[in-house]
């Protein structure tokens, strides 16, 4: 089997329908197949990415600590829409700090996220062999 470019866009909040968590779950499977994967959050799915989450009073399980596992799965590349951040009054300082070990550096560790405009989200998104959207 070859080797595609997957792209998961994640669109929704975390909370309040199964939407971030069923790409999450998706994003690990395609992963475990050894595709190229990488994921985009855009519009409210830049809230799956922030920091200090609490699902408590909702009866949801908080499952952002999952991002920090992605890096395991060689999944390196978090595209994150600065319009979107911007839209919602949140920087790149919100966002959990979700890195990744470089084998080719000597395992040095390195950010997964990767701040792109809409003309650069656009670009990466006609780049990839599968666009799914949650």
Do not use: C, H
């Not at 669109?11 to 790409?23: C, F």
């Not at 985009?40 to 200090?52: E, H, L, P, S, W």
């Amino acid at each position: 089997m070859s080797t595609k470019n997957f792209l998961f866009v994640n669109r929704k909040a975390p909370y309040g329908t199964v939407y971030a968590l069923e790409s999450l779950e998706v994003v690990l499977i395609s992963a475990a197949f050894e595709q190229n994967v990488s994921l985009a959050f855009i519009d409210d799915g830049v809230y799956q990415i922030t920091k200090g989450q609490n699902s408590k009073g909702i009866g949801m399980k908080n499952f952002s600590p999952t991002y920090r596992a992605l890096g395991d799965y060689d999944i390196t590349k978090l595209y994150v829409s600065n319009e979107s951040l911007a839209e919602r009054g949140l920087t790149v300082d919100d966002l959990m700090e979700l890195t990744y070990e470089d084998a080719d550096d000597d395992y040095a560790e390195k950010p997964s996220i990767i701040l792109v405009n809409r003309d650069e989200m656009a670009a990466m998104m006609a780049e990839q062999d599968v666009v799914l959207s949650f």
